[in-house]
């Protein structure tokens, strides 16, 4: 069972373009939505997280816009550059004492042309 | 600073070969975690350990085994290697994110590429 479903599965974008990456996910007691970057040979690595309490959080070039009551959020990355180029997994959580388990969707594999 | 590390990063098994996929963190983590990375499923969890001396089951556990070894040391077992356990397999750890109300971020290693002929 699929809880965080992410679309697309890839990407191809022009530099300078603005790619939009979506979730979707299912169980309304998830309260932590983070983004992972993967380069190839690496392992992910936390680019950006937001909880359900606002509708948008900016990091540099990137954002994400989140929909509560539609159950969805979105990574946009404003004038993407080559070395944007990564597979990019959205994720949530519930955020507790201790441990946390991240479910994460499928991933998207960006790839931004010169 | 190490941060995740696991070993080996490349093997080869034949099946029903065991093999202990070793992993450390010098985070001071408490929760550590094992996935597997496959082609269009994403990162699913196969066990996790939420303190030294804890561990459970994730999304997909069959055919694996854990130790918690002490706070620093998660380990990966696979008694008996199927192909189906091709695989790229990641440890990780968990601590909190600076910021308040942040959920925790959980660390990666690097990987470790298992193939099972």
């Known amino acids: 069972q699929q809880q965080v479903k992410q679309s697309p599965q890839s990407l191809i974008v022009q530099k300078g373009g603005i790619p939009i990456i979506n979730c979707a996910y299912e169980n309304t007691a998830f309260d932590y939505f983070p983004w992972y970057q993967q380069f190839p040979g690496k392992g992910p690595a936390l680019l950006i997280a937001?909880?359900?309490?606002?509708s948008e959080k900016k990091e540099g070039r990137f954002t994400i816009s989140f929909n509560k009551s539609a159950k969805q959020f979105s990574l946009h990355i404003m004038d993407s550059q080559p070395g944007d180029s990564a597979t990019y997994f959205c994720a949530a959580s519930i955020v507790g004492f201790g441990n946390e388990k991240l479910t994460f969707g499928t991933g998207t594999r960006l790839t931004i042309i010169p | 600073n190490a941060g995740v590390t696991q070993t080996p990063k490349f093997q080869v098994l034949k099946t029903g070969q065991s093999m202990t996929l070793q992993c450390a963190q010098d985070?001071?983590?408490?929760?550590m975690y094992w996935y597997r990375q496959d082609p269009g499923m994403g990162l699913r969890l196969i066990y996790y350990?939420?303190?030294?001396?804890?561990?459970d089951k994730g999304e997909v556990p069959n055919g694996y085994n854990v130790s918690r070894l002490n706070k620093r040391e998660f380990s990966l077992r696979l008694e008996s290697a199927a192909p189906s356990q091709t695989s790229v397999y990641f440890c990780?750890?968990?601590?909190?994110?600076?910021?308040?109300?942040?959920?925790?971020?959980?660390?990666f290693g690097e990987g470790s590429w298992l193939t099972v002929v």
């Open positions: 937001i909880r359900p309490d606002v």
């Open positions: 350990s939420a303190s030294e001396g804890t561990t």
């Open positions: 985070m001071n983590h408490n929760s």
């Open positions: 990780a750890s968990s601590g909190r994110t600076a910021g308040v109300g942040s959920g925790n971020t959980i660390y």
